[in-house]
């Protein structure tokens, strides 16, 4: 019986299907592993979520205030009052006294390239809480006013009862820039305003999509959404300061 061989034409049809798959393929593929980045991200929110619950739970339910609560207190960042909570296990003493620098996963989002500490020891962090202030007022026609949780530069902070809609209150979100570190002041507590600045249009700073980020909200739900979508229609938040009744307004009816 004579044995059958591929002739050159059929060999290079054959190549050329393989080659026409792996067209196809590939970016699925891609697009797959970016999903499962992403999720990744939104598994370390959820985390942060139910550390900060437990935090609120046992500090008379104030969320963690960021850097210090008064002017003679060592300055201690809002992820580093979770620390109790999110497995690291670090006591007040050992931050106030040493500042660890310890790799925490659950502070940074797979697809970061500023995951790996730089030459000064530094750790990158992900996320950034939602800037407020204590004298948020809608009604004082100041439309900059900071309405999320927790101040940047003083001890204060929201009590988690005070937000009227737990489900829509934004309280940490993606905030990836190369000076952000854990336990640092630095890029801490961020507010919508810092996401729409012209220098964080670059790719890192949108690293699961541009203009999509993940969000964690006071209720400790955990949705990937446009920042556009963030204000629910009401004004553009690319062109608008005004926060009142969007989802980054943890503090009016």
Request: proline fraction near 5%.
């Amino acid at each position: 019986m004579k044995k059958s061989s591929f002739t050159l034409i059929e060999m290079l049809v054959i190549i050329a299907i393989i080659v026409i798959l792996m067209t196809i393929l590939l970016p699925s593929l891609s697009e797959s592993r970016k999903v499962s980045k992403r999720a990744v991200c939104m598994s370390n929110l959820k985390q942060i979520g139910i550390s900060t619950h437990l935090y609120i739970k046992a500090n008379n339910s104030y969320f963690p205030r960021s850097y210090r609560w008064n002017q003679d207190e060592t300055p201690i960042s809002w992820d580093d009052r979770l620390s109790p909570y999110d497995g690291r296990d670090w006591s007040y003493d050992i931050i106030k006294k040493n500042n660890p620098r310890i790799e925490a996963p659950v502070f940074v989002c797979p697809e970061t390239p500023y995951g790996n500490p730089k030459s000064n020891g530094r750790i990158h962090r992900s996320y950034a809480m939602s800037e407020g202030e204590t004298s948020a007022d809608p009604g004082n026609g100041n439309h900059v006013k900071r309405l999320g949780v927790i101040s940047a530069n003083s001890g204060w902070a929201l009590q988690a009862q005070k937000v009227p809609r737990p489900s829509e209150g934004i309280i940490v979100y993606d905030y990836n820039v190369e000076g952000n570190h854990l336990g640092s002041k630095n890029n801490a507590v961020k507010r919508a305003g810092d996401l729409k600045d012209s220098n964080k249009t670059e790719a890192n700073f949108w690293y699961h999509k541009f203009g999509f980020a993940n969000f964690l909200f006071a209720d400790g739900g955990v949705r990937y959404l446009s920042f556009e979508a963030t204000y629910k229609g009401q004004r553009s938040a690319w062109g608008s300061a005004n926060q009142t009744g969007t989802m980054w307004d943890c503090r009016f009816e």
